[in-house]
């Protein structure tokens, strides 16, 4: 509302009163105002991309770059959580409380993943100032504990500045069938696959229609829209011919790709005339991460190099179709006459992803498991690969060749393989220039003073009576008109124990692996490049320079005091799940569920791993031909499900996908009556890769009717999405037994309890790569 102060006159009579309308108008925008759209891709280096050289076409993204701007030294934080919270206040990502994902919060200033309310997002400055706000896709800057129906919503997009939100909370899911937040509730997806289903498909429909809707009641309002698609992020998930455009495109591996690549990056301007192409696993053998370990091309068998070259294809293919979605949206915008006064940014949000490992999979569960990939059974695979049958990702050379020419990947700070992303910006009305290139070094806190520069507005000094943080970054507005030097000083870096700093053209580096619980920070040696001329940082100037190096060191440390950096933490996917989070529900042994409810997330849904359990329907059947699911939690990719079907009582563990799925079903026919119906398992061991053994029991009634072992998984059964459901399925069905939502007909569920074993048995260690997959 204006601030204002009322001028009008208040008297008895509203007859001798007079009115004054100004202080209680609505905000309004500057005159002329631009719209935004910022389209935010994840896990996307730059050798990837058409624009930038790489083999990924990408046609909506051309049509921008040669009607715009491509940058060729734009940067993140090197993971999701933070850069994205870069992306929404224009601070650096610990001043955000965002050191690392969300699920990696710990009881620090800088890691406490939540935004503190000394910074304000760009969506609440818009909305003070007369914009539509809106959030479609990805959103991963929630705490886990609160992605649930009766947690706090402080952190959901609503109560962040957006007047509307579209998408999933978590850090993927899947794109077949997704986990969707309308607002500030869960929903269920409008249609399936067989009907032509596809996250980024939907996303773009949405995106349209809320545009629509705002031109058709308010048509002079301007708009701010944050699209963020689940590509590139795992699961890859593509239609079959988009996959099939790149056939026989990454026969020749990885290795390859890269050298081939980098002289086009060259070639288009991308990179600087000489510049070097490291090897790969560049980081010493005795401080590397053996999970980012990338295996040579050469020593590969004949089976594995189809299966990951056509993993490749399905990366590729996932990466246009949703570029195409895009084309939707701005051929859309182009018809209604909107495009010439939007700005339009199109970027990702760190380096390619190196999480498969150095297999990859074509269920990325098995991995987040501690459960090994068998090359025979993958292979059954390939001709579905990217389809909803598949969770894939691709192995650690792929990420290091779309990367290129940079070291490392994703996760990896103190190298640009994990900061150096695509950014093309694309504004007819306040951008001259068509098809140009700008080297000036940026990051992704620069955004937001960006788009205040040019909207003509400035953050505020204070927001809801709290005194905000200066923004971070600085505006990049100013490179619109020409290339040149940047007016960029500095820049920091630090990842879960990874760090480097920028400065004036020059950056140091300290090598340090993410994720190996090496400890000793103090010990790190710190490298030395000109990235002004050595973009792919490969010649290492520390000897000749050591004044500058100790510089850079020193800002480091300065910067680390300002932005809340500090405690640095290299610690284990593992250690890090390991850290006790207060919660506002804290863990019990027996819970209550009941029908009609919304899908109840796993991060607070009853926990079965490592331990027994038992599950008791109260079912009262009135149909002789009942059928249908009574509780299920999870997907075709790990679950477990109850249900009725033909007359008798069925239990499923679907344990990580492997086929035949460990069923149970009662020898007696359920008639019309009350029944209590239920299994029980007895944990006795732990098995090779510390999955839970035991032995499981079904009832009807009091009578148990099968029973035989059964095995548990160690890790969670969906890293985002698939809750656990009464009276249906949602998503991706868990057995094969029923397809979805399956609902329960012929009776009622009164409810189902779950009661497990106090103690539990988890190797934390086993678990070490299931966290920082989701980012």
């Not at 229609?209 to 689940?230: E, H, T, V, Y």
């Not at 990885?254 to 980081?283: C, H, S």
């Not at 359990?613 to 499900?641: M, N, T, W």
Request: glycine fraction near 10%.
């Amino acid at each position: 509302m204006a601030t204002t102060s009322f001028k009008g006159v208040i008297k008895l009579d509203i007859r001798d009163s007079k009115a004054d309308w100004e202080p209680f108008l609505p905000p309004r925008a500057p005159e002329g105002a631009p719209n935004v759209l910022i389209v935010l891709y994840d896990d996307t280096g730059q050798a990837a991309w058409q624009p930038y050289g790489g083999a990924i076409n990408m046609p909506t993204l051309q049509k921008l770059a040669d009607n715009g701007l491509t940058y060729t030294q734009w940067h993140t934080t090197a993971l999701c959580s933070p850069t994205r919270s870069c992306f929404l206040t224009g601070r650096n990502h610990h001043l955000n409380g965002m050191s690392c994902i969300t699920e990696g919060a710990n009881g620090f200033p800088g890691w406490s993943g939540r935004l503190p309310h000394n910074c304000m997002t760009i969506g609440s400055v818009l909305q003070e100032n007369g914009y539509s706000t809106y959030w479609l896709g990805k959103e991963h800057n929630i705490p886990e504990q609160d992605i649930c129906s009766g947690g706090p919503r402080s952190e959901w997009p609503l109560q962040q500045g957006f007047d509307r939100f579209y998408g999933f909370l978590g850090g993927e899911t899947n794109q077949w069938y997704p986990d969707l937040t309308e607002d500030n509730k869960f929903i269920e997806q409008p249609y399936g696959p067989e009907e032509g289903y596809h996250l980024s498909k939907d996303l773009v429909d949405q995106a349209m229609q809320m545009i629509r809707d705002q031109k058709a009641s308010n048509p002079s309002k301007p708009w701010f829209m944050w699209l963020c698609p689940g590509a590139n992020h795992a699961p890859h998930h593509a239609p079959k011919e988009y996959a099939d455009r790149y056939k026989g495109k990454f026969d020749d591996g990885y290795d390859a790709y890269r050298k081939w690549v980098v002289p086009r990056m060259v070639q288009k301007g991308m990179l600087p005339a000489g510049t070097r192409l490291e090897d790969f696993n560049p980081i010493p053998e005795d401080q590397a991460n053996p999970g980012d370990y990338v295996r040579p091309w050469d020593e590969l068998s004949a089976a594995e190099r189809k299966l990951f070259s056509r993993m490749a294809e399905v990366y590729a293919g996932f990466s246009e179709y949703t570029d195409e979605q895009i084309g939707r949206l701005i051929d859309y915008l182009e018809r209604s006459g909107q495009l010439d006064n939007t700005i339009v940014m199109y970027c990702a949000d760190n380096g390619a992803s190196g999480e498969g490992g150095p297999n990859g999979s074509v269920n990325e569960n098995k991995f987040f498991n501690n459960y090994p990939d068998e090359l025979s059974e993958n292979m059954k695979y390939l001709d579905v690969l990217g389809g909803p049958e598949t969770y894939n990702h691709y192995p650690t050379g792929w990420a290091a060749a779309f990367s290129a020419p940079y070291k490392m990947f994703k996760r990896y700070s103190e190298y640009a393989g994990g900061t150096a992303c695509p950014m093309v910006i694309h504004w007819p009305k306040g951008i001259k220039a068509k098809g140009e290139v700008r080297n000036q070094y940026h990051h992704a806190v620069d955004l937001v003073p960006t788009l205040l520069e040019c909207i003509g507005l400035e953050m505020p000094d204070t927001f809801r009576g709290v005194k905000q943080h200066p923004l971070s970054g600085v505006s990049m507005k100013y490179s619109f008109a020409a290339d040149g030097a940047t007016k960029k000083k500095r820049q920091y870096y630090a990842m879960l124990g990874t760090r480097g700093m920028w400065m004036d053209g020059w950056k140091a580096a300290a090598i340090h692996a993410p994720l190996t619980s090496k400890g000793h920070f103090d010990k790190d040696e710190w490298e030395l490049y000109h990235v002004e001329e050595d973009r792919s940082e490969s010649i290492n100037l520390a000897k000749q320079h050591p004044d500058k190096l100790k510089a850079l060191i020193d800002a480091w440390f300065e910067e680390a005091d300002a932005n809340n950096i500090l405690p640095l933490d290299d610690r284990s996917a593992a250690e890090l799940l390991g850290v006790e989070r207060p919660s506002t529900e804290p863990p019990r042994e027996r819970y209550i569920y009941y029908p009609g409810t919304s899908p109840v997330p796993e991060g607070v849904a009853v926990n079965v791993r490592g331990r027994s359990y038992k599950i008791i329907a109260d079912v009262d059947i009135k149909d002789a031909d009942a059928s249908g699911v009574l509780f299920a939690h999870g997907s075709r990719f790990g679950g477990h499900s109850l249900f009725i079907k033909d007359r008798k009582f069925h239990y499923v563990y679907n344990f990580l996908g492997i086929k035949p799925e460990q069923k149970f079903v009662s020898t007696t026919e359920l008639k019309p009556g009350k029944y209590s119906l239920g299994i029980e398992f007895e944990r006795t061991g732990a098995g090779e890769h510390g999955e839970s053994l035991g032995r499981t029991k079904l009832y009807v009634n009091d009578k148990m009717e099968a029973e035989g072992d059964m095995k548990t998984q160690l890790g969670k059964f969906t890293l985002s999405g698939d809750g656990l459901c009464i009276g249906r399925d949602s998503g991706d069905a868990v057995s094969e037994n029923y397809t979805t939502p399956g609902e329960f007909k012929g009776g009622e569920i009164l409810a189902v309890g779950v009661t497990v074993e106090k103690t539990q048995y988890l190797d934390l260690e086993k678990l070490a790569a299931s966290a920082f997959a989701t980012d």
